[in-house]
């Protein structure tokens, strides 16, 4: 399985590494001495990343993708493959926050929210699926949410879209284990990062309760990084980096009543404000 390719460390693919999350996990490969693909739509972000994992150890090179298009993402592989013979992880990360009750988003908002934190995943995977296959080895890591397994209410474009994300990595971790190649997808619940800079919405309210939420989470995108670096080798299927975020997934998986119940009383909240 080791080749002449691997002599200068793992080479990982992170779409969505111009900041946040991509940025972090960018930089806990380069600690590795990984060699980084980082693909983007900011390219300032981008030359940033490949700075700080230059003077962390790692090396390699970004190019700007954006993951709506298929197109660009085929030529994010085709370059993959050109210089540096392939790749051993494709970190699917790139996403955007959205919020608001159904019926205040459009089908503008749901088509937006679906076509990055979704079909990017799909279409990142059929990008490098075929590369991987060829290979007969390497991994493939999709950045969901707890939101896909929690369903809060105000942000259920969001939700459907990381469900997605959960769905498509249980179906390929059982297609793609018999070639070699291992999937893992990882819940996050909030945590500090800059997520909202992209927020879209009609709920300018749930963007400030998004805001609180990320401010008090206890873990940043370091700790959540660290976290999908260490579980992911460890061959955790569903990595699920908070504490509270397991606990939930547990009282979900023993009683979803209860967790549905809760879900209801905090739509009720939530429309309270409005309702005066």
Not at 50 to 62: D, I, P
Not at 171 to 200: W, Y
């Amino acid at each position: 399985m080791q080749s002449n390719m691997h002599t200068g460390g793992q080479r990982i693919v992170v779409t969505g590494a111009g900041s946040g999350l991509g940025r972090e996990l960018a930089l806990r490969y380069a600690r590795e001495g990984a060699r980084l693909v980082l693909a983007d739509i900011q390219e300032a972000g981008l030359r940033e990343t490949l700075e700080m994992v230059e003077a962390a150890g790692g090396k390699g090179f970004w190019q700007r993708c954006d993951v709506r298009d298929f197109s660009q993402l085929a030529a994010l592989a085709q370059s993959c493959d050109e210089r540096m013979g392939g790749i051993d992880v494709l970190i699917n990360n790139a996403g955007v926050a959205s919020g608001g009750f159904f019926w205040d988003l459009t089908l503008e908002d749901w088509e937006w929210q679906i076509s990055i934190n979704l079909m990017g995943v799909v279409k990142g995977c059929k990008a490098f699926v075929p590369m991987l296959m060829k290979q007969k080895q390497g991994r493939i890591i999709n950045i969901g949410s707890m939101a896909a397994l929690m369903q809060a209410p105000g942000m259920s474009n969001y939700n459907v879209a990381k469900a997605g994300v959960v769905a498509l990595s249980e179906s390929l971790m059982a297609e793609l284990h018999p070639m070699g190649i291992k999937v893992n997808v990882v819940c996050p619940s909030f945590f500090q990062t800059n997520l909202l800079d992209s927020f879209r919405g009609p709920d300018q309210a749930a963007k400030q309760q998004v805001a609180k939420l990320l401010e008090s989470s206890p873990i940043s995108a370091a700790d959540v990084a660290d976290v999908v670096y260490r579980e992911s080798e460890a061959d955790i299927f569903m990595i699920l980096p908070h504490e509270a975020g397991r606990v939930a997934w547990a009282a979900k998986q023993a009683n979803p009543q209860v967790i549905y119940d809760e879900m209801i009383r905090l739509a009720g909240k939530k429309l309270e404000p409005s309702a005066g």
